[in-house]
């Protein structure tokens, strides 16, 4: 079934069950170590909180108006009668009890038609319950709306006045402000965080036309490459959707069943509904899936969308890949910690000072701190690196890369059996920045021959396939390196579902502009270290087994194909005590589903292989580190992937001593930022107390060194906890981790198993679309 746009939805979050992860034998989750600093957050405390019984009720309105910006007009016309409340589009709150029913008669505004509001009572709301709480967001989320008049984008509020036009590269950027308030340790705080959105000038429309003005013949294909995955605003009911798929089979002139079972055509119904009028009939139509949520509640499956109503959002692929649109874009979104907390301090003023807002906060009884929440945290002591040769480093602003260039790897291996593929116009320079990486692996202590060169004529696709054929056929080199005349996703995939499933072997593929770069001793330095660690080598290691001997690290993540309608699950998992040596498998499950049935299974497989290459010793504890599972979701992961582990751990650790299990949800995507003295804190920055939930066994963690902007930090939360390892020391443990990630040499924003994890199921979604060889399981070949 299908419809041109959805009913009403009920835009509240969701109720989040949430699960008490905090051990009842913990003490405390505080640690001790390192230097106490003085930080502030981007929190305001909430001084007085509401003290009133809430009533809850449903608003239905005759004839039916699914647009909310419609149906809260129509209700704010009987404010007198109604009093203070709060109303989201479905849902009213007010402190004051309505007769049953209330019937009330308003006059939509745009065409004067009489639409009848009945407001039924669903239930009260008692003081701790989840929608009370969340009566403080909506509240912030209303004052926003109308007093501050923000627009509503998706789920976050901007500031269209204020927006910046960036004409040379077709798109404006609007600042806005991400808000929420709920209970933390000991008190109510509201989280005020700064935010962009960007909004692009074409439509898709105008994507479609210059599809087809590029290839005719292919527009099809190229049209659905440019917008599948994308998010899209329509501005005639203010919404956001993504784009699942297109249908080539319908247009504006294609009919479709309305909710009263009489047809008609998607223009006509445009046309009927919002006064517009559809200009190309020709173009068709963008289809978006509803979630499972959205179905339960009796929405139609397929939601059918207009390409020239419907305005991109979001950075696109295409702009990631455009540096000059990118630059322009960091510009405005990189804000310095200093003028940052200028921004927070604004808005808070706009709140205290804003006339109508004052009213409202009165009439609930909310009043809201003028200053930033102050917080005790600590830095952890700066990590030292471990090189080969016995040498060691204690590095300073987390950044190791100068002393890497010249410092010999823990471990190397020998590249003598390697094969280059290279077009014959750039053969000279690969030649010269071949012997210019063979010096740069010499000072590593790797030993790499010059490789066997396979010239071709050009790279296009066919040559390339035909060139890997040869290659491949006979004795299987110890490593394949493609050269490349452009970043093309469909020859890339052609070499690594080649190389990484038809003929498994490690391979590099390298651009043409990065043989010919000017910073020649840091591209080839990096290119050695990731050929070394392809072929096994290991190029440093920092002090952990002596900390935790017997430990091994589990990094997943769920990366989702958007082509293919299928997610892909990733679990990479360490080997070794120098933690540079992994196990990594891919499993396929549904699409957009980040919770997975087949981790527990991953996790034996990979206990058979710690144990084949430690004497058959299982390991003494396991960390896993499980990436991509949002609030809602925990509840899901506590009770069935952790009680799965818990049961496959019991029978394989049987008869071989007590299992040590901790499960650590990583969480990238969050609106707390840190500030020391108005600037950013120091890589190992840990904050365990105000800020964190008093649920939760929880902790952030500021592991990077920013030069620009402001240090985003990493949330983690421990949902399962049968290690015995004090809070102080697991904080250690997930810093140190954060140095071990060989793409780069300085720490990262998560610990490495979870950035490997990562990248493979990224690189299983978005460029294999399927498992690689097994054959693979123990190299870094997807680094």
């Not at 630059?327 to 804003?354: G, W």
């Not at 504890?621 to 069935?640: A, K, T, W």
């Amino acid at each position: 079934m299908a419809s041109a746009e959805p009913p009403i939805k009920d835009r509240r979050p969701a109720p989040v069950n949430e699960v008490n992860t905090r051990p009842q034998t913990l003490q405390t989750k505080k640690g001790t170590t390192g230097s106490r600093l003085r930080l502030q957050a981007n929190y305001f405390r909430v001084n007085s909180q509401p003290d009133w019984c809430l009533y809850q009720y449903r608003v239905d309105i005759a004839p039916e108006e699914t647009r909310t910006i419609y149906r809260k007009a129509l209700l704010r016309t009987h404010k007198a009668a109604i009093g203070g409340y709060i109303f989201d589009g479905t849902v009213l709150y007010t402190s004051n009890p309505l007769p049953q029913p209330m019937e009330l008669n308003s006059i939509r505004q745009n065409d004067k038609e009489p639409m009848n509001i009945t407001i039924r009572l669903v239930g009260d709301v008692v003081k701790g319950d989840y929608h009370y709480s969340q009566i403080y967001s909506l509240l912030i989320r209303k004052t926003l709306e109308e007093h501050l008049k923000l627009q509503l984008v998706g789920r976050n509020y901007f500031d269209a006045t204020c927006k910046i036009k960036v004409p040379e590269f077709k798109f404006e950027l609007w600042p806005g402000y991400i808000t929420s308030i709920r209970q933390h340790e000991q008190s109510i705080l509201m989280c005020a965080e700064i935010s962009h959105k960007v909004m692009r000038d074409e439509t898709l429309l105008e994507v479609l036309v210059e599809c087809l003005d590029k290839n005719r013949s292919n527009y099809q294909r190229l049209y659905q490459n440019r917008v599948l995955g994308c998010v899209v605003l329509t501005a005639y009911n203010n919404r956001t959707y993504r784009v699942d798929d297109v249908d080539f089979s319908v247009n504006p002139l294609s009919t479709f069943k309305q909710k009263d079972r009489s047809e008609i055509t998607y223009a006509a119904y445009y046309k009927q509904k919002y006064q517009i009028q559809i200009r190309d009939m020709r173009q068709p139509l963008l289809v978006s899936k509803s979630k499972m949520r959205e179905r339960r509640a009796g929405q139609d499956e397929l939601i059918y969308l207009i390409p020239e109503l419907c305005r991109s959002t979001g950075i696109s692929d295409n702009m990631i890949c455009e540096f000059k649109t990118m630059a322009a874009l960091a510009r405005y979104t990189r804000v310095a910690p200093s003028e940052r907390i200028n921004k927070l301090m604004e808005f808070n003023h706009r709140l205290k000072t804003q006339p109508e807002v004052i009213k409202d906060f009165k009439e609930w009884n909310l009043n809201i701190d003028n200053k930033l929440v102050e917080l005790e945290g600590r830095v952890l002591p700066e990590e030292e690196i471990i090189f080969g040769d016995n040498k060691s480093l204690a590095v300073k602003d987390a950044d190791w890369t100068q002393p890497l260039l010249t410092t010999v790897h823990l471990k190397v291996g020998v590249l003598n059996d390697w094969v280059a593929i290279v077009p014959k116009r750039l053969i000279s320079a690969f030649c010269s920045f071949m012997t210019n990486t063979i010096h740069a692996a010499a000072k590593c202590g790797f030993k790499m021959t010059k490789p066997r060169i396979k010239e071709i004529p050009e790279d296009n696709i066919d040559i390339y396939s035909t060139a890997l054929a040869q290659v491949t056929n006979g004795s299987m080199p110890q490593l394949i390196f493609c050269v490349v005349t452009s970043n093309l996703a469909m020859r890339y995939a052609l070499i690594k579902k080649k190389l990484c499933i038809d003929r498994p072997i490690p391979s590099q593929v390298i651009l043409a502009r990065t043989i010919t770069a000017k910073n020649v001793i840091t591209v080839t330095s990096k290119v050695a270290t990731q050929l070394n660690c392809k072929i096994g080598g290991i190029p440093w290691t920092i002090k952990l087994s002596a900390f935790l001997p017997g430990l091994m690290i589990v990094g997943y993540d769920v990366c989702h194909d958007k082509r293919a309608n299928a997610s892909y699950g990733a679990m990479v998992a360490s080997l070794d005590q120098n933690f540079g040596r992994y196990f990594s498998t891919v499993s396929q499950h549904s699409s957009g589903e980040e919770l997975s049935n087949d981790l527990s299974i991953q996790l034996m497989r990979a206990l058979e292989e710690f144990a084949k290459e430690n004497r058959n010793r299982l390991p003494s504890c396991i960390l896993i580190y499980r990436d991509g599972v949002g609030e809602g979701q925990i509840p899901f992961v506590y009770n069935h992937e952790v009680q799965e582990i818990r049961k496959k751990l019991a029978a394989i650790y049987e008869g071989r001593g007590r299992f040590k299990l901790g499960v650590i949800i990583v969480t990238k995507r969050i609106n707390t930022r840190i500030f020391l003295n108005k600037q950013n804190p120091p890589p190992g920055t840990v904050v365990d107390d105000v800020i964190t939930d008093p649920l939760k066994y929880d902790f952030f963690i500021v592991s990077q060194n920013v030069k620009q902007g402001t240090v985003a930090p990493t949330a983690y939360n421990v949902i399962e906890d049968c290690t015995g390892i004090p809070p102080d020391k697991l904080q250690m443990v997930t810093f140190k981790l954060c140095h071990l990630y060989f793409n780069l040499a300085s720490t990262i924003r998560v610990p490495a198993p979870c950035q490997y994890a990562h990248k493979l199921a990224f690189f299983a979604s978005q460029t294999l679309q399927q498992s690689p060889h097994k054959s693979l399981q123990k190299t870094l070949y997807f680094l």
